[in-house]
């Protein structure tokens, strides 16, 4: 980090993507910040927000070495917080933006995470072409600037994740409760309620977090 950042901010990265029009990495009091399209993807408000939703579902025993699936990159937050709290994690990460995943390693230190493995694949396909019972814990985090790719509400998209989810296995979703979303937002809850037994949500400032699992677990 620079000292000059303290006084003035820099932008380290202005570039653009075939999936994003501007993406940017700020430095500012000595801390980077992600911003695609105009939309924040990281920094201590992120973070704020995704601690917050972690402390707030009901949490299953800790696995050893779970095998975590985070759909959407961004700047990497939510694995490095999955990185601390879970034991000796194996994570996959998948974005669909290479650039978004480099400039996630270079400037968010995403590779020095042990055991994680990144995919440069369409969310939805990868799901589509994963074995049966793979992983532990999936976290959503799909967002193109301030929009959500549509199959993230869709019924079939979750048919598929718990194909893909062990039988203990739990759900996490970033999702927004702001303008259209509101509405939105309150049909994922209920395909989520229709797709699995436990379901929880956690809203926060413009999101809204949802946490499900495929049994009820006792705490």
Known sequence: MSLWSYLIPRTLVHTTSRYNQDIRVIEEWGVRRLLVNG??????????????????????E??????ILVLGVGGGTVMGLLAKRYNKPRI???DIDATIIAIA??????DRIPSIRFVVQDAK???????????????????????????????????????????????????????DYQKKSDALRKTLIRSFRDVHDFPISNNRFFFARQSKLIE
């Open 39 to 60: 939309s924040r993807q990281s920094g201590p408000s992120i973070q704020v927000l995704w601690e917050s939703a972690l402390e707030a579902f009901p949490h299953p």
């Open 92 to 94: 996959t990460a998948v």
């Open 125 to 179: 396909d990868y799901i589509d072409s994963v074995p049966a019972h793979m992983y532990d814990v999936v976290v959503i985090d799909l967002f193109i600037g301030r929009i959500i790719p549509s199959f993230v509400s869709s019924p079939a998209f979750y048919k598929a994740l718990k194909h893909c989810m062990t039988p203990r296995g739990i759900l996490l979703i970033n999702y927004l409760q702001e303008l």
């Open 105 to 110: 390693k270079q400037f968010f230190g995403l």
């Open 62 to 67: 800790l696995l050893k070495k779970p095998s």
